[in-house]
T-cell receptor, first 111, second 114 residues
Framework: NAGVTQTPKFRILKIGQSMTLQCTQD?????MYWYRQDPGMGLKLIYY???????DKGEVPNGYNVSRSTTEDFPLRLELAAPSQTSVYFC??????????FGSGTQLSVL | DQQVKQNSPSLSVQEGRISILNCDYT??????FLWYKKYPAEGPTFLIS?????DKNEDGRFTVFLNKSAKHLSLHIVPSQPGDSAVYFC?????????????FGKGTRLSVIA
């Protein structure tokens, strides 16, 4: 009963590098989300998806891209990493009208 | 422009006493409210929710109260236990208007002192 799985748990990037944060869920949820949490701040929505093939920008989408080719997977891509992207990233999913289930997070540092 | 506000960054309570965490919102279209609990190095976990058609929802030691006219909700934990020490996030959504994504407050760090 895995739920929402995020990889990697930790990553250090150099400025300008790119990487993909992986997220997969095994609950057959249509809705998936990427949030970031900065110290002392709440969770800010980066991108979300209401189903395979459909994605939408959230509050802070700049510098990120997503894709949703399957119901299970919702990877988040950073193209040109910047220090402002140092944060903890959480992926989440939910069925229609229900609560969010979160992954355990990816701690990313850009130096 | 914060739509969900948790104005107390931290709260300390003695074990056995009541913890009251507060949350205010500005968007009158929100109709579904949730509280999440987060331990260090873990993802947030769902605690309790309330629909705008209710003014109270109770689950064991946790009760959420909703005052729609004041756009205010609160989470009561009675009695507080050391294991309740965590960051608590208030969140809101427009469930009946397209199932919009949750909007989160900044969180309140609760410390329960033994």
């Amino acid at each position: 009963n895995a739920g929402v799985t995020q990889t990697p748990k930790f990553r250090i990037l150099k400025i300008g590098q790119s990487m993909t944060l992986q997220c997969t869920q095994d609950m057959n949820h249509n809705y998936m989300y990427w949030y970031r949490q900065d110290p002392g701040m709440g969770l800010k929505l980066i991108y979300y998806s209401v189903g395979a093939g459909i994605t939408d920008k959230g509050e802070v989408p700049n510098g990120y891209n997503v894709s949703r080719s399957t119901t299970e997977d919702f990877p988040l891509r950073l193209e040109l990493a910047a220090p402002s992207q140092t944060s903890v990233y959480f992926c989440a999913s939910r069925p229609l009208g229900e609560k969010l289930f979160f992954g355990s997070g990816t701690q990313l540092s850009v130096l | 422009d914060q739509q969900v506000k948790q104005n107390s960054p931290s709260l300390s309570v003695q074990e056995g006493r009541i913890s009251i965490l507060n949350c205010d919102y500005t968007n009158s279209m929100f109709d579904y409210f949730l509280w999440y609990k987060k331990y260090p190095a873990e993802g947030p976990t769902f605690l309790i929710s309330i629909s705008s058609i209710k003014d109270k929802n109770e689950d064991g030691r946790f009760t959420v109260f909703l005052n729609k006219s004041a756009k205010h909700l609160s989470l009561h934990i009675v009695p507080s236990q050391p294991g309740d020490s965590a960051v608590y996030f208030c969140a809101a959504s427009r469930l009946n208007s397209g199932n919009t994504p949750l909007v989160f407050g900044k969180g309140t760090r609760l410390s329960v002192i033994a």
